[in-house]
């Protein structure tokens, strides 16, 4: 069955950086894209990243185009979210996605001084 594992979330000062790391299994992973996708408190479960099955094409929310990268590694089956530049507005759970319906249980990111 698919699974998919975040890690990396944490407590991060505004202007900070973190990366994340979703593990994933049960599916021939590299011939998928991936997405990361994040819920605030209160707020519905928004966008973030998505990478293409080759890691050639990248797409962001406009919240955080510039300051986000997404990348993967097939060998590996991970995707990973490199956050840098942090705001307050970023704290969410951060969550793994696959073909829109498959999700991780979801890692928090509290940017906070």
């Known amino acids: 069955q698919v699974q998919l594992v975040e890690s990396g979330g944490g407590l991060v000062q505004p202007g900070g950086s973190l990366r994340l790391s979703c593990a994933a299994s049960?599916?021939?992973?590299?011939?998928?894209?991936m997405n990361w996708y994040r819920q605030a408190p209160g707020k519905e479960r928004e966008f973030v990243a998505t990478i293409s099955a080759t890691g050639r094409l990248t797409n962001y929310a406009d919240s955080v185009k510039g300051r986000f990268t997404i990348s993967r590694d097939n060998s590996k089956n991970t995707v990973s979210l490199q956050m840098n530049s942090l705001k307050p507005e970023d704290t969410a759970v951060y969550y793994c996605n696959h073909q829109g319906r498959f999700w991780g249980q979801g890692t928090q990111v509290t940017v906070s001084s």
């Open positions: 049960g599916f021939s992973f590299s011939s998928y894209p």
